[in-house]
């Protein structure tokens, strides 16, 4: 694991950059400084960006918040959202499960699987599988939603969890619970969860779907995440740098180098950001 300042000095080494956006492009509301910076820098390079993200919403509302935020479509090849993967898999008609779900997650999100025929019910008694996006609000906890997986799982519902993060933070330090949580408390009953993004390949392979064959040793896979992120890039078999001003903020770089090594992750790069 080599410590280097950010991005730019490893960048002559990569074709294709596969960066993660919550954590390392923005933290949801605003850029971290000096993407933008970096961003045209690889573009003047010629290097080809996709933003690989386990948000749980169609790519063109993602690609949307990055324009909100500053971010133009020239500065990136695609924007691939764990959402994303997610629909076109049932769109494909791979999903095993009848056409009604039960929804868990906030309003915003609520139309992930819009346009595909499937119908939301408001009764898990009604639901053919779980569509899990993450809590309600940022006040949630597990404990709201324990009586209706414990339910579910006795109803042998399959869950579908369209983000498999555990959680996010703010630039404030501030930390929510995301999707992941919810999911895990449901395997943990034993029940069945199919999972779409990262660490998964489905979201890598989609990825690569949107360029030209590239060999995998010029691609660099960036994030902040030591459950999704760098482990999602690793089984992938592509490099690897993490960003420790995203969840790992408050840990030292010995604290990330024990939890490494303690995880058998071996980034191949470890900078404080992007830029």
């Known amino acids: 694991m080599q410590s280097v300042p950010n991005l730019s000095f490893v960048s002559a080494n990569y074709d294709l950059f596969l960066l993660d956006l919550w954590g390392v492009v923005h933290d949801g509301s605003h850029l971290y400084p000096g993407v933008k910076a970096t961003l045209e820098t690889l573009r003047a390079e010629g290097k080809t960006v996709i933003f690989i993200s386990n948000a749980p919403r169609r790519a063109h509302k993602a690609a949307k918040v990055l324009g909100e935020l500053g971010i133009p479509p020239e500065l990136y090849r695609a924007v691939v959202t764990s959402g994303e993967v ?102 943990a009953l034993g029940s069945k969860v199919t999972w779409f993004g990262k660490p998964y390949a489905e979201i890598y392979e989609f990825c690569l779907a949107q360029v030209a064959a590239v060999d995998k040793s010029r691609i660099l896979a960036v994030g902040d995440s030591l459950e999704t992120d760098i482990p999602g890039g690793q089984y992938f078999g592509v490099d690897t740098m993490l960003v420790t001003g995203g969840i790992l903020k408050h840990y030292s770089a010995a604290q990330v180098q024990e939890m490494c090594t303690h995880l058998r992750l071996h980034p191949n790069y470890v900078a404080g950001s992007l830029s």
Do not use: H
Not at 97 to 103: N, Q, S
Not at 106 to 112: E, I, M, Q, R, W
């Open 86 to 187: 997610g629909y076109q898999w049932v769109a494909a008609g791979k999903s095993p499960w009848g056409k009604r779900y039960y929804f868990i997650g906030p309003s915003k999100d609520a139309d992930v699987l819009d346009g595909l025929g499937l119908k939301r019910v408001d009764d898990i008694k009604g639901a053919d599988f779980l569509l899990n996006v993450g809590f309600g609000s940022e006040e949630q906890t597990t404990d709201d939603y324990s009586m209706l997986l414990r339910g579910a799982n006795a109803q042998g519902l399959p869950m579908l969890c369209l983000n498999p993060d555990l959680e996010v933070v703010k630039i404030t330090g501030e930390r929510f619970p995301c999707a992941g949580v919810i999911g895990r408390q449901y395997e």
